[in-house]
């Protein structure tokens, strides 16, 4: 039930539907160089899945893409995985006060995982606290609801509602995500920090995981940030 894409990278793909569109949502499962399992984006812990994911290796870390996406269902990890430590989004805390989280994820990779992983804290978004990771060995960029990604597998009904949203063929927050940027610059700058990775393949929160060109995609995908008035010379300033 698990796709393996690398030889320690898998996803795992479950339909959702929203305002009546199939979109899916994905999440993506890490083999550490210890062995040990790292999750992102937790999907409902069936017991199929359970197992699967029991088949890999020790459930160690469950992480949420923000404090939006890929949080619903961790508690059903820190049940079924007495070891597992439960990681926060900026902003998740807040939202969860029901679950007691293990720490607290920003921009320096835990030292548990840094080898294998590093990764960015989106920043100057309104809602989009999000952890963008890099899986290092596999070139993968894995990503929340930074990156939508609508291709051509995808109902046709889909398939039009994204190229209005501006999320079809490329890798890109929805339009309505791009209107509630809080600080341009500061998010210009985080995009930036993500395409400075050396990755190919791209895992979306939602939509069509791409294999290969997902640099480019994400370029595309990111126009309306990257070439936007303010940023003439393209080096998105310097990080402070
Ligand atoms: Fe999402």
Known sequence: MLTQHAPRLWTYEEPLRFLSFEIGRIMTVIRLSSGELVV????ELTPALESALSALGDVRYVVPAS???GHLYMEQYRAAFPA??????????????DLT???LLGDVPDPRWAADVD??????????????????SSRTLILGDVG????????LKTRLMARLAGVHGRISPP???????????????????VLAWDFDRVIPGHGEIVETGGKRAVLDGFDWL???AGDVDGDGGTRT
């Open 119 to 136: 990764q960015v804290a989106v920043s100057g978004h309104r809602w989009l606290t999000e952890l963008a990771f890099f899986h290092r």
């Open 40 to 43: 992102q984006s937790p999907a």
């Open 148 to 155: 939508y990604h609508v291709g051509s597998s995808a109902p």
């Open 67 to 69: 404090k939006l996406h």
């Open 226 to 228: 990257l070439q936007s």
């Open 175 to 193: 339009r309505d995500f791009r209107l509630t940027v809080a600080n341009e610059a500061t998010f210009r700058r985080s995009i930036r920090d």
């Open 101 to 103: 989280f293990d720490g």
């Open 84 to 97: 597992v430590e439960l990681l926060a989004a900026p902003g998740l805390e807040a939202r969860r006060t």
